[in-house]
């Protein structure tokens, strides 16, 4: 029982991890119409960023909103140069957006070496309680209450702010908000960073758990995150909540049992919905 | 250069001068292994080689509209099953063309399960399902590679030898050579006949297609299983020339290899391959020789990345197809003169 209870808190702090990288793609790819491969490496920056100025500063707040903010001005960066052009070109925007991958992923492995970086926990969250047989680590719980703090607000942001009001009637017809007066490319923009900033935060956050950072460390969550999407539903933002639990749960448990299957448990999970229900579960319609 | 233009595009209708060229360039390609060192002989095959693998993602992409990012696996695991077997049961021509059927038949229900899975959408989140659970396909493959150790030797990479008429650098150029414009024909047959119009009205059009009455889905899935075989021989070639197989050739870079090759050429042309690949190989030993000068240089993946970010932007075409692009308006510009 106490296993189950432990695998269950530490599928759940997975599972919020993945969120934070699927909620940004699943809002991209709903609002702007935008598959975004470099989210894989939006994560690896964040990780590099962060332990980079935890050794500098030694306070992890400022380390962790150094990472968001990395995230926000390259996923700015990002949108203007790159993802503008192809607006409304799936294909190209999967291209550039795989090309852009491969120059920051090697950027990373230039700026701080191709090797692991150690990294450490900060102290305050490095302890552990112990409830009867249970031993649960305090930096698991930490990440499922941010997990669930960014759900609560991206959703009082998307529905019920003004923001999201834009954002959604952008998603429903980008020209007819244009022609209201309202900027819609400025939204597009700010979603993006906001997406890449989730995507930074993710990283920030995985680095303490794991223990290290290192540049492969992308795909695979990226993967993950790709994973919870078409499983949730691509476009549905409680889709990629409850996909990402699902996964987190799956990865948890798998990986403790028999941790070779857990690559394949996913990817079948992923492929017995799709056989079951090929829009994933909570599909709808995204932006043609 | 009118006449290259009619060769790219497929009706030869060459004059006197053309032929003393192409005559002249075949002999080029036929005595260059006399003439250069083994590292040229070498780089060469490896382009003709490569050249197939790039071709292979063209039917995909070009062809019919698909993104497969999976597609390395087709040509890492042929030359993983070229490796595997040549080091269990001897490097002998029999094997040989035990692997190449084996490797065939993995690679058309390899084929046949990814597009399965992966065709299942249409228009614009068929796309993007397609590429995502491709990814996983393709991650699925390196993974297993990565942890059946006892067959692959893991991340170490797997070394072995290979049938005694493949030994000899020279002879394996000639061979790789004859691969490339044996498949080449092959593949140019494929995309011109009825199925492939098919695949490029189904690039051009999924719904119309489908509105006509094509079961786009099955040529998909056709298209997937001919380029997958096409990369698998690709890759047991691939074998034959380095005698090594990692990890390193079921990465996503691995595929996005190909797909390098295919954009730089320019997609849909076919031909376009082989420009791309010899472009691209040739950039990244031209770097390489330059890292004495600066270490950047020696970063190959950076400039991999630039030129792929660049040509997708600013050259969507490629080089065949901007050449023949701006051949026409040449040539239009001539007529109205």
């Not at chain 1, 894989?40 to 990472?67: D, E, K, N, Q, R």
């Not at chain 2, 002879?171 to 006949?193: C, D, G, K, W």
């Not at chain 2, 999924?206 to 299983?225: E, H, N, P, S, W």
């Not at chain 2, 954009?263 to 990244?284: D, R, S």
């Amino acid at each position: 029982m106490h296993i189950f209870l432990m695998l269950l808190i530490n599928g759940l702090a997975e599972g919020a991890l993945i969120f934070l990288m699927a909620a940004g793609l699943s809002i991209i790819l709903g609002l702007l119409g935008v598959v975004n491969f470099t989210h894989g490496v939006l994560f690896i920056w964040g990780g590099y960023v962060s332990i980079w100025i935890f050794s500098m500063t030694g306070s992890f707040p400022i380390a962790i909103i150094a990472a968001v903010a990395a995230g926000f001005i390259m996923g700015l960066i990002f949108e203007r140069l790159f993802i503008r052009p192809v607006y409304g070109n799936v294909t190209a925007q999967i291209l550039i957006t795989l090309g852009l991958g491969v120059v920051f992923t090697d950027m990373a492995r230039l700026f701080w070496g191709p090797n692991p970086i150690p990294a450490s926990r900060p102290e305050f969250m490095d302890g552990t309680w112990v409830i009867g047989a249970v031993i649960i680590s305090q930096y698991r719980i930490f990440l499922i209450i941010i997990g669930i703090l960014v759900a609560i607000a991206i959703n009082y942001l998307v529905n019920r702010t003004k923001v999201g009001m834009v954002m959604r009637a952008g998603i429903q017809s980008p020209d007819m908000v244009q022609a209201l007066g309202i900027n819609i490319k400025v939204y597009f923009a700010g979603v993006f960073a906001g997406g890449a900033a989730l995507a930074a935060l993710g990283g920030a956050l995985y680095v303490p758990l794991v223990g290290s950072v290192w540049s492969g460390m992308g795909i695979n969550n990226q993967i993950l995150a790709f994973i919870v999407i078409i499983l949730g539903g691509m476009g549905s933002f409680y889709g990629s909540a409850v996909g990402s639990i699902i996964i987190g749960l799956t990865v948890a448990f798998v990986s403790w049992f028999y941790p070779p299957l857990t690559v394949y448990t996913t990817v079948l999970l992923l492929l017995l919905v799709l056989t079951l229900k090929p829009e994933g579960l909570f599909g709808m319609a995204v932006r043609n | 250069m009118p006449m290259l233009t009619n060769i790219l595009r497929k009706k030869p209708a060459l004059g006197p001068g053309m032929w003393l060229f192409l005559g002249l360039f075949a002999v080029l390609i036929l005595i260059i292994p006399h003439i250069t060192g083994l590292t040229t002989t070498t780089l060469l095959s490896r382009i003709y080689i490569l050249a197939i693998f790039g071709m292979s993602y063209d039917i995909l992409r070009g062809y019919t509209g698909i993104i497969n990012l999976g597609h390395a696996l087709f040509f890492g695991g042929g030359t993983y099953i070229a490796g595997i077997m040549f080091s269990r049961m001897g490097a002998t021509l029999d094997i040989l063309l035990l692997a190449v059927l084996v490797s065939m038949v993995f690679a058309a229900i390899v084929a046949y399960i990814m597009g399965q899975f992966a065709f299942r959408g249409s228009g614009f989140t068929g796309v993007i399902a397609c590429a995502m659970i491709t990814l996983a396909f393709g991650e699925i493959g390196r993974h297993s590679a990565e942890t059946l150790r006892e067959y692959t030797q893991g991340a170490d990479g797997l070394t072995f030898r290979v049938p005694l008429m493949f030994q000899d650098r020279v002879m394996m150029y000639y061979y790789a050579l004859l691969f490339l414009i044996a498949m080449t024909l092959i593949l140019r047959q494929f995309v011109n006949s009825p199925t492939g119009r098919v695949l490029q009205a189904i690039r051009d059009n999924d719904q119309r297609a489908k509105f006509l009455g094509y079961d786009t889905k099955k040529y998909k899935l056709i298209a997937l299983v001919i380029a997958g075989m096409a990369s698998a021989a690709a890759g047991i070639m691939f074998a034959l020339l380095t005698r090594f197989a990692n990890t390193e050739l079921l990465t996503v870079q691995s595929t996005l290899n190909a797909l390098l090759y295919t954009i730089v050429g320019g997609t849909g042309t076919l031909y376009g391959a082989i420009f791309g690949t010899a472009f691209v190989q040739l950039a990244q030993n031209y770097l390489l020789e330059l890292r004495g000068i600066h270490e950047i240089f020696s970063r190959w993946l950076l400039f991999f990345g630039a030129i792929y970010v660049l040509v997708v932007l600013y050259m969507p075409k490629g080089l065949v197809g901007t050449y023949l692009q701006l051949e026409e308006k040449w040539r239009k510009r001539k007529i109205a003169a």
